[in-house]
């Protein structure tokens, strides 16, 4: 058993936004490229788990940037799952460069749900057996419930093919792309990213139409997605800049 993963990446051009930085997005997804590698290794990933009827579903994610990394860098993550939060099941995950400094620092929360009645699961379901690497933690805090206000409209779509993944819904990288929409060219020339947040508080299928919602606070930003077919908040993100 290898109780934290590791795994290299080389950042291609079709990763990369228009100042050839990492979009935050395909930053996440090679995070959960990696965490779905390491849940295999350990028996409980996709395939392990479909057979009980369960799937993970990402709840809660804080990523803290420390630089971003570029087209053509190579870098590699660590990853480990780390403890019991309630319900959650924490995994914690760190970036590093070529020359093996920090870039990126994460923590996750993930809920082991029944596949048929959507409902989280206690620890007890699982066959396998995950380390819990005890005391080894990428950042010190579990993210709270994100409580900001947001009530400016930025904008809103209608989910199509795109946004769909393998299990029929809005993947959870999808909603990082709608929060980074909130933001123009000219912010993104005048700020850069130091941290974002989010919180998954419901599911979005195809046909369903969303609505982006942003507040401000200082240099933080709240945004909310309202899915207009339930009236009901689909998700809660915290972003976080600093002037370039």
């Known amino acids: ?24 997005t395909n930053l996440m997804q090679l995070f959960q490229e990696a965490a779905g590698n390491h849940a295999q290794h350990l028996g409980a990933g996709y395939a392990a788990l479909v057979e009980q009827k369960l799937f993970w579903a990402l709840s809660r994610i804080r990523v803290e940037i420390l630089q ?65 690497n005890e005391g080894k933690l990428a950042l010190e805090t579990f993210p709270d419930r994100l409580n900001g206000t947001a009530e400016t409209i930025i904008f809103s779509k209608k989910i199509l093919y795109n946004e769909i993944d393998v299990n029929n819904h809005v993947n959870n990288t999808r909603y990082l792309d709608w929060v980074m929409d909130c933001f123009g060219s000219d912010f993104y020339r005048t700020n850069e990213l130091k941290s974002f947040t989010l919180e998954f508080l419901g599911e979005m299928h195809w046909g369903d139409e969303v609505e ?10 709240h945004i909310q997605a309202l899915n207009r077919q339930t009236g009901k908040v689909a998700f809660k993100a915290d972003v976080d800049w600093k002037k370039d």
């Not at 319900?87 to 993930?110: A, H, L, M, T």
């Not at 082991?112 to 819990?132: I, Y």
């Open 212 to 221: 982006l919602l942003s507040g401000q606070d200082g240099a933080s930003f």
């Open 1 to 24: 058993m290898v109780p934290v993963w590791k795994e290299n990446f080389k950042i291609t051009s079709y990763q990369v936004d228009f100042q050839e930085n990492i979009k935050p």
């Open 68 to 132: 971003l990394p570029k087209w053509g860098d190579e870098i590699h993550i660590e990853t480990w799952p780390c403890s019991l939060v309630g319900p959650f099941f924490r995994r914690d995950f760190i970036f590093y460069n070529s020359q093996d400094e920090p870039i990126c620092k994460g923590v996750s929360g993930w809920l082991l749900l029944n596949a048929e009645t959507m409902r989280p699961q206690r620890a007890e379901r699982l066959t396998a057996d995950l380390p819990f």
